[in-house]
């Protein structure tokens, strides 16, 4: 077994999927692919990234763009961001551009910004990692060398992000057997797919994400070692998880990533919140059309707010407590604020939610009791909030799943878009039923005067 390894790691036995490339490095020459051969059609390219390569390479570097933009070319589908590999230094690449950022410590890379655009300019990467810095689970936690470019390959990810186009000559750098994969819509990690994922758990997440959005298989040997590996990523700091959850989120293909991550058993115990989200019949309709709801959002290229995803996500596990709260003698409206403190507190602690989302997803469910208020000032209250979209968006999405009448998402579609006299109108109609939902007021059961509570500020 681990003569095995040694042998792999040497590249002394090339897989012949691997299109005759050794694992770990021992291809230093790539395939080269003229533009007949991989067909890119170059108005995909942004005039940015063009610029970048072409100023790169006039004073005398190499540069390419890189890994994703590279694999989305090659499928047909415009890139959403680009990234750029040369073997000009940080500093070098600095030099060249108004506005270039040295960014990162553990491994410096560089943001060059054309008005909104920013590149990523990353300088070749150095293919040893056995004196890399690890955690004693075998997690790289510095690796700081730069390398030559077959190096960089090497150290990339999964066969179809280590290609380099250069859109001068046109042409495209394979080194690892990238072109034959996309054509066999598989996803092959590069190497020795345990050490891989040793090295950076987070790849497990990431062959899910692409599996699911670009639907190709996962090869069989980078597959087999995940669900043995989930465990893994329980080390990876909470933030980096977060990250990867919020690519996989809005990938445009959510609901796909999350049923795949289940299916790769990377799904449980590995954060609390999927936990929750995959495992609540309850809200299982909710979070279905919130995802349906923002895969569709994604894919017409409207943006979504992290803070709606996720208060979408755990809005049931909200409900849940609040409805214990309220069993237990407490206000709706503090008991609201209640189970959204024990929800948010739970969540933070595990997936550094970070503080401005937390907010933003607390203003949401807040906002929920309020529609119900349809009397008096409340409703033009309303209309003055700044998150009123998102909150009613939200409630939309509670009636669609049928949690509360349908009668007052149709209400407040027509107040929000009537006139004043129509909006007149709209508060003499007497409700057909009040909301069957958790909103609905109980008669708390607790005597005695209640002790004014912070949460209770926001109740009107
Ligand atoms: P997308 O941007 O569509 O999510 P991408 O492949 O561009 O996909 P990025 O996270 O932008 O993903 O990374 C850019 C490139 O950097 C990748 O294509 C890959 O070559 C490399 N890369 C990113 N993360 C890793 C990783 N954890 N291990 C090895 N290589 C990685
Ligand atoms: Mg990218």
Same mark, same amino acid.
């Given at each position: 077994?681990?003569?095995?390894?040694?042998?792999?790691i040497?590249g002394?036995?090339?897989?012949?999927?691997?299109?005759?490339?050794?694992?770990?490095?021992?291809?230093?020459?790539?395939t080269?692919?003229?533009?007949k051969?991989?067909?890119?059609?170059p108005?995909?390219?942004?005039s940015n990234?063009?610029?970048v390569?072409?100023?790169?390479?006039?004073?005398?570097f190499?540069?390419?763009?890189?890994?994703?933009a590279?694999?989305?070319?090659l499928?047909?589908?415009?890139?959403?961001?680009?990234?750029?590999a040369?073997?000009?230094?940080?500093?070098?690449?600095?030099?060249?551009?108004?506005?270039?950022?040295i960014?990162?410590?553990?491994?410096?890379?560089?943001?060059?910004?054309?008005?909104q655009?920013?590149?990523?300019?990353?300088?070749?990467?150095?293919a040893?990692?056995?004196g890399?810095?690890?955690?004693?689970?075998?997690r790289?936690l510095?690796?700081?060398?730069?390398?030559e470019q077959?190096?960089?390959a090497?150290?990339?990810?999964?066969?179809i992000?280590?290609?380099y186009?250069?859109?001068a000559?046109?042409?495209?750098?394979?080194?690892?057997?990238?072109?034959?994969?996309?054509?066999?819509?598989?996803?092959?990690?590069?190497?020795v @797919?345990e050490?891989?994922y040793?090295?950076?758990? /987070?790849r497990m997440l +990431? $062959?899910?994400?692409?599996?699911? &959005? !670009?639907?190709f298989?996962?090869d069989?040997?980078?597959?087999?070692?995940? @669900?043995?590996?989930?465990?893994?990523?329980?080390? /990876?700091?909470?933030a +980096? $998880?977060?990250?990867?959850m919020? &690519? !996989?989120?809005?990938s445009?293909?959510?609901m796909?990533?999350?049923?795949?991550?289940?299916?790769?058993?990377?799904?449980h115990?590995l954060?609390?919140?999927?936990?929750?989200?995959?495992?609540?019949? !309850?809200?299982e309709?909710?979070?279905?059309?919130?995802?349906?709801?923002?895969d569709e959002?994604i894919?017409?290229?409207?943006?979504?707010?992290p803070?709606?995803?996720?208060?979408?996500?755990?809005?049931?596990?909200?409900?849940?407590?609040w409805?214990?709260?309220?069993?237990?003698?407490?206000?709706?409206i503090p008991?609201?604020?209640?189970?959204?403190?024990?929800v948010?507190n739970?969540?933070?602690?595990?997936?550094?939610?970070q503080?401005?989302?937390?907010?933003?997803?607390?203003?949401?469910?807040a906002?929920q009791?309020?529609f119900?208020?349809?009397v008096g000032?409340?409703?033009?209250?309303?209309l003055?909030?700044t998150?009123?979209?998102?909150?009613?968006?939200?409630l939309?999405?509670?009636?669609a799943?049928?949690e509360?009448?349908?009668?007052?998402?149709?209400?407040?579609?027509?107040?929000?878009?009537?006139?004043?006299?129509e909006?007149?109108?709209?508060?003499?109609?007497k409700?057909?039923q009040e909301?069957?939902?958790?909103?609905?007021?109980?008669?708390?059961?607790r005597?005695?005067?209640?002790?004014?509570?912070s949460?209770?500020?926001?109740?009107?």
């Open positions: 077994m681990i003569k095995k390894f040694i042998r792999k040497l002394v036995k090339s897989k012949p999927e691997n299109n005759g490339s050794g694992v770990n490095g021992a291809n230093h020459k790539p080269v692919l003229s533009a051969e991989h067909g890119i059609d108005k995909l390219l942004s990234a063009i610029r390569t072409q100023t790169l390479q006039e004073n005398g190499k540069a390419f763009v890189v890994g994703g590279v694999r989305d070319l499928l047909g589908v415009k890139p959403k961001d680009f990234d750029i040369t073997n000009a230094t940080p500093e070098q690449v600095k030099r060249l551009f108004r506005r270039a950022f960014i990162g410590r553990r491994f410096q890379i560089v943001h060059v910004m054309f008005g655009d920013l590149l990523e300019v990353t300088t070749f990467r150095g040893a990692t056995e890399a810095l690890k955690d004693e689970h075998g790289v510095r690796d700081n060398t730069f390398g077959h190096e960089d090497v150290r990339r990810d999964f066969t992000n280590a290609m186009y250069d859109p000559s046109q042409t495209v750098l394979d080194y690892h057997g990238g072109i034959a994969d996309i054509r066999k819509k598989t996803l092959r990690i590069i190497g @797919p050490a891989r040793r090295e950076d758990p /987070v +990431r $062959v899910v994400r692409f599996a699911a &959005k !670009l639907q298989t996962i069989a040997a980078t597959r087999a070692p995940i @669900p043995v590996m989930a465990p893994l990523i329980n080390n /990876v700091p909470s +980096r $998880v977060f990250d990867e919020l &690519k !996989l989120l809005m445009g293909h959510a796909a990533c999350l049923q795949q991550l289940r299916k790769e058993g990377l799904h115990g954060m609390p919140l999927l936990d929750v989200v995959l495992e609540q019949p !309850l809200g309709k909710f979070v279905t059309l919130a995802l349906a709801n923002t959002r894919q017409q290229g409207k943006t979504v707010s803070g709606f995803l996720f208060a979408s996500l755990l809005w049931h596990q909200v409900v849940e407590k409805d214990a709260y309220k069993a237990a003698g407490e206000f709706s008991a609201l604020h209640l189970a959204a403190d024990d948010l739970t969540q933070t602690d595990s997936l550094a939610l503080r401005k989302i937390g907010s933003d997803m607390r203003d949401i469910w906002m009791p309020r119900e208020k349809r000032k409340t409703p033009y209250k309303l003055e909030n998150r009123l979209r998102a909150g009613y968006d939200f939309l999405l509670r009636c799943s049928g509360i009448e349908a009668e007052i998402g149709e209400w407040w579609t027509d107040f929000i878009n009537g006139d004043d006299i909006r007149e109108r709209l508060l003499t109609i409700p057909k909301s069957t939902g958790p909103a609905k007021k109980r008669r708390p059961r005597s005695g005067p209640r002790k004014p509570d949460a209770s500020k926001v109740s009107e």
